[in-house]
């Protein structure tokens, strides 16, 4: 059974950048779509950017359009999340989720989930 692990969220100052990491120990994730969907306090999730299993990126978040980019490197088993030029409005728990059909924005399409890595965006 996949499990999925993110890491690489903290604490960073407005107008910085973190990279987030999705991995899938002892479990493929090259024939999967990997999506990054976010919650923030109060909020429902949402998704954030998708990548798909020939590498296509997918991004639905306009609030991220041009500062996070999705990516994974198949040889490491891992997709990343690089996120520029964070904002206070940034701050959520990130998760990653897989499926193996293409992308999707509704998070209740995927079947496999990490336990979400925490983001804080303040000065």
């Known amino acids: 059974q996949m499990q999925l692990v993110e890491s690489g969220g903290g604490l960073v100052q407005p107008g910085g950048s973190l990279r987030l990491s999705c991995v899938s120990p002892g479990f493929p994730l090259e024939g999967y779509t990997v999506g990054w969907f976010r919650q923030a306090p109060g909020k429902e999730r949402e998704g954030v950017s998708c990548?798909?299993?020939?590498?296509?990126?997918?991004k639905y978040a306009d609030s991220v359009q041009g500062r996070f980019t999705g990516s994974r490197d198949n040889v490491k088993n891992t997709v990343y999340l690089q996120m520029n030029s964070l904002k206070p409005e940034d701050t959520a728990v990130y998760y990653c989720?897989?499926?193996?059909?293409?992308?999707?924005?509704?998070?209740?399409?995927?079947?496999?989930w990490g336990q979400g890595t925490r983001v804080t965006v303040s000065s």
């Open positions: 990548v798909s299993v020939g590498g296509l990126i997918v």
């Open positions: 989720a897989a499926r193996n059909r293409p992308c999707y924005e509704t998070d209740s399409e995927y079947t496999y």
